[in-house]
């Protein structure tokens, strides 16, 4: 990240002009924006590390990312408080240059974010798909004598899971016509049946791209502006972008190719800088590990189950030959038994996870809305009398 | 028999009392009119009383002996099917009988074996073991053949013929506000939807010959406790089902970014459709799988349910989605009638949506749809305020030629007159909408149906739009340097707003006293332009000294001349206007020729001695001709005619 090489030569400076600013206008609107940037960094650095009185949730866990988007709505709340409050005492603030092309630049953003909502939203279709599968596999093995009609019904189910796993990472590059994960049988000869589980947002979308797109033009606010109200504008905008991000590279979804190449040029100007870059590393890296194993995502439910169910997978090869040892049978069991886990977890998680997705995406259609609305009143009543 | 510990006979008795139930219980199940269920029950008993004998015999070495024959006999016949190309249920439905009851016998085993309490049984162990292992492969091949009967058998249905109307004929007024100055049109259309409601419209969409085939397997699994392999079969081909009909709707999917970005017509043919594969969706597709689902699942509980929502979720969020994507556009007037179309189908449609997800685990559907209906009640207040915005700022640089009927004012009146088949909807969502109506209309009572009409939130907002539009075509008046044109102007528009409100339902929502008071405003521009045209020219015809005789010569062949040439400028400029309304044209016609020709006559009456003088050029009769050539819209000039 070479956020740290601006540090040295900028740091200076922006002291510097922050002390000016504070100096020329030390009214409340200042407060405010550094409330705002200190909240966001409470709220990224709790996500990052949690006290200790606070029940640990697993990096990109159903949990955490729930939690991740109650940060970003609360932090979307604060930030529209900030920007259109202000407006009583600088009135239409927002729709003057430079602030209303900011603004502009950010609600194309939030039209991104919104596309993206609804891929991960697919996503999790297929997310519960491998749930389901995995249900079947544990409750097999679950049963106790284990035997060869258990030991082989849990094999088909868990070898129709590493197939969707598959078919739908692989679909993040190409959609092809994919045989499903039902269809290795006899049945395969049909190839009249297309498609795979991952429902297209639309035809030659990207989730990479998007997130790309959405980081093309997000500079830090430089000079002035980036005392003014440009800075929290560009703050939400590297939320937005991070918290999308984290869910493209947590859930399925349709073409995730160069999700890591995704870039945030923050800078150690704001205090939530070391939290985001902290989470954006720590997810970067998993996501490297990943791109190395081929994985349906980084959602630590899928990642675990993933791991088990390939453990179980070897467990019920060699049991076709061998017959499972005592040994091998117990771990078997148990691993079952956390598999079984993991999909209550999953039971639990994963209708709330997508109604929180929702309730993000009705907030971002309707604070674009009010944006919107704000930029047209500012632009009638500034524009001199006629 | 679940729950039933069967204890070992010990004592002889017991076991003939065994021996005697079993001996029962076969009689019983040979009968012929049983019901599957009692047969069922049956069966298991008798497995299991058979288990108990074999038990015993067991402890003699030879234990088990009938079961292993059962066993055998029924895994050779799934085993069969195994290296067998064929499917099953391809191949007649003896063959596929026989294989549900070797798996029925199987199960049957299995549910014996189980049930023994004798624990650490070698045998007894490895029988379960091995029959379990060919319930697998039985279960196994069973999803197999499910998903072949399933895909095999489903039934294409034509969306075309869910509609009288075909896909083709839209006929709306998609016209864009933007292009009111370039084309006006004149030729509006009726509403694509309202008229053509599709019912609710149950088909197979899966033939309902192999339906039985589908529970049987269905009933054979969930016994088994395959359910969860049957349900994830079952839901993969059908939801790959719907997602192929979605393709023969035409239905692209879109990102919200491409929706936003498409133009107008593209976006209104697109609003169309998502409104006509809504409701086929819902109302046909979505009722014919719920029912699909019922019968196929129905005896499991919850199960169809929890089928029927992970089958058709993801097309619902997807349509959804084009929803949410357009009500978040900008609210172009032109898109309040579609607006209104999408707003009206999914109020429609709330009521099937409630039906199809009454459970908890629909709410999620069911809260999208809701939150969609209000999001699009938005919208279309949004466009229509829009629409009243454009209406009032809708400027012109240049005077509109010959004072014709302005396409702003074709525009707006063709747009409302379809706004009566909304007016529900938008007295809803109107209600709450101050209108600003300048020229209040105070309906006397005529009758409750009327005067609700005239004083609903629509007609208000109706009769404030219409004003705005009064007050704009009033500013575009002003761009003619002609006083008569602009009464000309003023008297083609205003008439022109009367007919539309007088031809159609508005006059409903108008009200007689709205079309009196507009009906005297015309009528007063006809007089004011008579006045500012022929007043002048009529001037030089007038009688001095009423009662004196004729005038002198020199004096008769001025006026003669200055009327002419007054004549003729009126001639010339005035064949240019347009009055398009032929009755409004002969009116105003007749009442100018009553004047002007009827003052012509008097004056050459009253001077008889210069009529036969060169200095009348025109004849009454000639006058009264050429006053037909006026607001022809065709520029004419009286040739030759300088010749003073």
């Given amino acids: ?386 | 028999m679940d729950g039933c510990q069967s204890t070992i006979p010990t004592s002889e008795g017991d076991l003939h009392v065994v021996a005697a139930a079993h001996h029962i219980v076969k009689a019983l199940g040979a009968t012929k009119n049983l019901s599957d269920d009692l047969r069922k029950i049956l069966i298991d008993l008798d497995a299991h009383l058979s288990m108990i004998t074999s038990n015993t015999d067991s402890k003699g070495g030879r234990g088990f002996l009938d079961v292993e024959e059962r066993l055998k006999q029924a895994e050779r016949k799934i085993l069969s099917w195994e290296s067998d190309p064929r499917m099953i249920w391809d191949s007649g439905p003896r063959e596929a009988s026989e294989y549900l009851e070797a798996v029925d016998e199987i199960q049957t085993l299995v549910d014996g074996l189980q049930g023994l309490s004798v624990h650490e049984n070698r045998k007894q162990k490895e029988l379960i073991h091995r029959a379990m292992s060919v319930l697998q492969m039985a279960m196994s091949r069973l999803e197999e053949e499910l998903i072949h009967i399933v895909v095999q058998h489903r039934q294409q249905f034509d969306p075309k013929y869910m509609s009288s109307r075909s896909t083709q004929t839209y006929v709306v007024y998609d016209e864009s506000f933007v292009s009111v100055e370039d084309e006006p049109a004149e030729e509006t259309s009726s509403r694509n939807c309202s008229s053509d409601e599709i019912g609710e419209f149950i088909v197979d969409l899966i033939h309902a010959d192999v339906i039985p085939d589908i529970k049987s397997i269905a009933k054979v699994m969930f016994t088994s406790n395959y359910g969860p392999e049957f349900c994830e079969a079952f839901i993969g081909v059908r939801k790959e089902a719907l997602e192929q009909y979605f393709a023969i709707l035409d239905t692209e999917k879109l990102s919200i970014e491409d929706v936003l970005k498409l133009e107008w017509t593209n976006m209104s043919s697109k609003m169309n459709k998502w409104t006509w594969s809504m409701k086929i969706i819902v109302r046909v597709y979505l009722a014919s799988e719920k029912q699909l689902c019922d019968q196929v699942l129905g005896d499991f509980g919850s199960v169809s349910s929890f089928c029927f929502l992970e089958i058709s979720k993801a097309t619902i969020l997807c349509l959804l989605n084009f929803g949410e994507a357009v009500a978040m556009g900008p609210h172009q007037p032109e898109k309040l009638l579609r607006l209104l179309d999408m707003y009206e189908t999914l109020a429609d449609l709330l009521r099937d949506i409630d039906t199809l997800f009454p459970e908890e685990a629909g709410s999620f559907v069911r809260l999208q749809f809701h939150e969609l209906l209000e999001s699009l009640g938005d919208s279309s207040i949004a466009a229509f305020e829009a629409f009243r915005v454009a209406i009032s700022s809708n400027g012109s640089l240049y005077p509109f030629p010959g004072g014709g009927v302005h396409p702003l004012n074709k525009y707006v009146m063709n747009y409302i007159r379809m706004f009566p088949e909304y007016c529900n909807t938008l007295n809803l969502l109107l209600k709450s909408q101050h209108a600003d109506v300048e020229d209040q209309v105070i309906e006397p009572d005529n009758g409750p149906n009327l005067s609700l009409s005239t004083s609903c939130p629509m007609a208000c907002h109706l009769r404030s739009i219409t004003s705005s539009l009064e007050s704009n075509l009033h500013r575009k008046s002003q761009l003619y340097k002609n006083e008569a044109l602009q009464h000309i102007f003023l008297m083609n528009n205003i008439h022109y707003m009367v007919q539309k409100v007088k031809g159609s339902e508005l006059r409903l929502f108008f009200g007689d006293e709205w079309i009196r008071k507009h009906n005297g405003k015309f009528q007063q521009h006809a007089k004011n332009y008579e006045r500012a045209t022929w007043s002048s020219v009529i001037y030089f015809l007038k009688d001095d000294n009423p009662g004196s005789s004729s005038l002198s010569k020199s004096t008769f062949k001025e006026r003669c001349k200055g009327f002419s040439i007054a004549f003729e400028e009126v001639y010339k400029t005035q064949t240019s206007w347009s009055i398009p309304d032929p009755q409004l044209r002969e009116d105003l016609r007749i009442s100018t020729s009553l004047k002007v020709v009827l003052a012509y006559r008097t004056f050459l009456g009253r001077n008889p001695a210069h009529i036969e003088d060169k200095c009348v050029k025109h004849t009454v009769e000639h006058v009264e001709k050429l006053l037909l050539d006026l607001f022809e819209g065709s520029p004419r000039s009286l040739r030759n005619s300088r010749r003073w």
């Fill in chain 1, 1 to 386: 990240m070479p956020a740290t090489d601006y540090q040295a030569s900028f740091l200076g400076r922006i002291s510097l002009r922050r002390n000016q600013v504070i100096a020329m206008d030390g009214n409340h609107e200042q407060e405010d924006l550094e409330l705002f940037s200190k909240h966001v960094s409470e709220r990224f650095t709790e996500l990052l590390s949690p006290p200790d009185d606070v029940v640990f949730d697993t990096l990109l866990s159903i949990s955490w990312l729930r939690k991740l988007l109650d940060v970003f709505l609360c932090c979307e709340a604060e930030f529209k408080a900030v920007l259109m409050m202000g407006d009583d005492d600088h009135p239409f603030q927002i729709s003057k240059p430079p602030l209303d092309r900011l603004i502009h630049e950010f609600l194309d953003r939030s039209i991104k974010a919104l596309d993206l909502c609804n891929a991960v939203t697919n996503g999790l279709d297929s997310v519960r798909h491998y749930q389901k599968l995995a249900e079947i596999a544990a409750s097999a093995l679950g049963q106790k004598p284990i035997g060869d009609g258990q030991a082989r019904r849990s094999r088909k189910a868990l070898n129709s899971l590493l197939m969707a796993m598959s078919v739908d990472d692989k679909e993040c590059s190409a959609v092809k016509t994919t045989e499903r994960s039902w269809s290795f049988s006899r049945l395969a000869v049909n190839k009249d049946r297309s498609p795979g589980h991952l429902r297209q947002v639309a035809k030659k979308w990207s989730a990479a791209k998007q997130i790309q797109a959405m980081t093309w033009n997000l500079v830090p606010p430089r000079g002035a502006e980036g005392s003014g109200l440009a800075s929290p504008v560009y703050t939400m905008s590297v939320i937005m972008v991070f918290v999308m991000w984290a869910l493209a590279a947590a859930i399925p979804c349709q073409e995730r190719n160069g999700l890591s190449a995704t870039y945030f040029p923050v800078r150690k100007q704001w205090s939530w800088d070391q939290s985001i870059t902290g989470l954006h590393e720590k997810i970067a890296e998993e996501w490297k590990e990943k791109e190395k194993k081929g994985a349906a995502g980084l959602l630590s439910e899928v990642q675990k189950m993933e791991k088990l169910v390939r453990n179980l997978m070897e467990f019920t090869d060699s049991f076709q030959f061998h017959g499972g040892t005592d040994e091998k049978a117990e771990e078997a069991a148990d691993h079952a038994a956390e598999l079984a886990e993991i999909c209550k977890r999953m039971e639990e998680g994963l209708l709330p996870l997508q109604m929180k997705i929702k309730e993000v995406f009705h907030r971002i259609v309707r604070s674009r809305a009010e944006f919107l609305q704000a930029l047209k009143q500012g632009g009638k009543s500034s524009a001199p009398p006629v």
